[in-house]
C-alpha cells in the first residue's frame, strides 16, 4: 500500500488576512481550478469553514467522467491552517493541509497532501503516468491564476511543487 | 521625505518606498528611467526599499525599462491603478520583473505591503 505525498509552496505578495479570507472559501476553489475540469460546488460552501463542514463536488479531471468528491473540513485555526479529508471520491485517501505563515512582504503558503490511488496495484501502476501529472498540472495552474490575481513575492524558495 | 517634480513625473522618497507617478501621455524610456533610477541611487544608497508605481495616468513605456539596469536594493514593485486595464496591463508586465511584483487599487494598501517587508 502506498501513500504518496505532494508538498506544495507558494509566496503571495498580501496580507495573511486577505490570503486566509479567499484560500479558506470553497467557492474561490473554482477560480483556482482549471476551467476543463468542470469545477461545481454542488453543497455545503454557504457558510464560513468550519470543523465538520461536508462539501460536495463534481469534478471532471479526465475525459468526460465527472466524479462526485465529497470532502470534510476536519481541522480549522483561523489564519493558520485547514485541513480537508475526502469523504468519498476518486482516492483511496485524500488527506490535505493547508497552511499560513506570514513572512515579510506576504505570506507562504504550504499545502501537503497524503493521498493513496484506489485499485491497488494498477493504480500504483499508472500513478507516474496519469495521476502525478494531473495533480502536477492542477498545482501549476493554480500557482499561475494566484500570480494573476495576487502577484508575486520573490524568496530565494518562493515556489515549488514537490512529489514523494 | 524629498519630493521632486520632474517634466515627466513626480518622485516621493520615504524610508522603505518610493512613490513614483509618470504623467500623462508621457513616452517613458530607458532615458527617463535613468533619471529616475539617478535620485534613487542618491536616495537609498546600499538601502533596500520597494517601487510604488502610481498610475494616475496612460502613459507609454517600453519593456526595456524592465531589462536594463535596475538596481540591487529595490526589492519589488506594486503597481497602484483603480483601473481594470491597468490590472491586465500589470499581469503582462509581471514576467518581465523577476522580484516580487503586485498590484493594489489604493495606494495605502500598497504602503502597507511596502512597509510589511522591513
Known sequence: MKIYTLKAKQNLPISIEKAWEFLSNPKNLKTITPDYMGFTILSGADRKMYPGQIIQYIVTPIGNIKNKWVTEITHVRDGEYFVDEQRFGPYALWHHKHFLKEIPGGVEMEDIINYKVPFGLLGQLVHPFIVQPKLKEVFEYREKKLKELFGVLHTKNNHQIIFE | ?118
Open chain 2, 1 to 118: 521625505m524629498e519630493h521632486y517634480v520632474t517634466e515627466f513625473c513626480e518622485i516621493e522618497l520615504y524610508t522603505q518606498y518610493v512613490i513614483i507617478t509618470i504623467n500623462e501621455d508621457v513616452n517613458f524610456t530607458l532615458n527617463e528611467a535613468s533619471i529616475i533610477r539617478d535620485k534613487l541611487r542618491s536616495y537609498y544608497k546600499s538601502n533596500d526599499f520597494i517601487m510604488i508605481s502610481h498610475r494616475k495616468y496612460h502613459y507609454d513605456f517600453s519593456s526595456e525599462v524592465y531589462k536594463k539596469g535596475q538596481l540591487n536594493n529595490m526589492k519589488g514593485l506594486a503597481i497602484v491603478s483603480s483601473s481594470d486595464t491597468e490590472r491586465d496591463k500589470a499581469i503582462i508586465e509581471q514576467p518581465l520583473y523577476g522580484k516580487s511584483f503586485t498590484f493594489f487599487s489604493t495606494i495605502e494598501e500598497a504602503k502597507s505591503w511596502a512597509e510589511s517587508f522591513f
